[in-house]
C-alpha cells in the first residue's frame, strides 16, 4: 500500500466526507490565523517564498491532499516523488489543521504559476 493511500485512509471522516469543510468562512478566518502563527515563515499565500504559494498548491491538490500533506509532509513529499522534503512535522490539533487547509484551499483561483515549484 503506498504512502499516500496510507495517509488518505487515515484522515478523519470529516475530511473525507462529502461536506464542504474547506469553504466554510469560519474555518478559513480561523485557518489565517494558523498561517500566521506556524506557515508564514515558508509560505506565501500569493507568491513563492521558501515553499510554493498557497494559489499553487490549491491550483494543483484537493482539500484532502493538502490535509493530509500537512499531517505528513515527509510520507507525501516521498509519494509525490520530491528529491526531499524541507516542509516541517508541525504539531497542529485535527481543527487547527481543517483550518489550515481550508485557509490554504481558500487560493484556488487565479494565476496558479504565480510563485509555484516545477512540480
Same mark, same amino acid.
Given at each position: 500500500?503506498?504512502? !499516500?493511500?496510507? @495517509?488518505?485512509?487515515?484522515?478523519?471522516?470529516?475530511?473525507?466526507?462529502?461536506?464542504?469543510?474547506?469553504? *466554510?468562512? *469560519?474555518? =478559513?478566518?480561523?485557518?489565517?490565523?494558523?498561517?500566521?502563527? $506556524?506557515?508564514?515563515?515558508?509560505?506565501?499565500?500569493?507568491? $513563492?517564498?521558501?515553499?510554493? @504559494?498557497?494559489?499553487? =498548491? /490549491?491550483?494543483?491538490? &484537493?482539500?484532502?491532499? =493538502?490535509?493530509?500533506? =500537512?499531517?505528513?509532509?515527509?510520507?507525501?513529499? @516521498?509519494?509525490?516523488?520530491?528529491?526531499?522534503?524541507?516542509?516541517?512535522?508541525?504539531?497542529?490539533? +485535527?481543527?487547527?489543521? !481543517?483550518?489550515? /487547509?481550508?485557509?490554504?484551499?481558500?487560493? +484556488?483561483?487565479? *494565476?496558479? *504559476?504565480?510563485?509555484? &515549484? $516545477? $512540480?
Amino acid at each position: 500500500m503506498t504512502r !499516500l493511500l496510507l @495517509s488518505i485512509l487515515l484522515l478523519p471522516a470529516a475530511v473525507l466526507a462529502g461536506g464542504t469543510w474547506w469553504t *466554510d468562512p *469560519d474555518r =478559513i478566518a480561523f485557518g489565517e490565523t494558523v498561517f500566521d502563527a $506556524k506557515c508564514m515563515g515558508c509560505h506565501h499565500p500569493e507568491v $513563492k517564498a521558501f515553499g510554493p @504559494s498557497f494559489r499553487w =498548491i /490549491a491550483s494543483r491538490r &484537493t482539500p484532502a491532499e =493538502i490535509y493530509a500533506y =500537512i499531517v505528513s509532509p515527509a510520507a507525501l513529499s @516521498s509519494e509525490r516523488g520530491y528529491a526531499s522534503n524541507s516542509m516541517p512535522h508541525l504539531p497542529l490539533t +485535527r481543527e487547527e489543521t !481543517l483550518a489550515a /487547509a481550508a485557509y490554504v484551499y481558500s487560493f +484556488r483561483g487565479g *494565476d496558479p *504559476d504565480n510563485g509555484g &515549484t $516545477k $512540480k
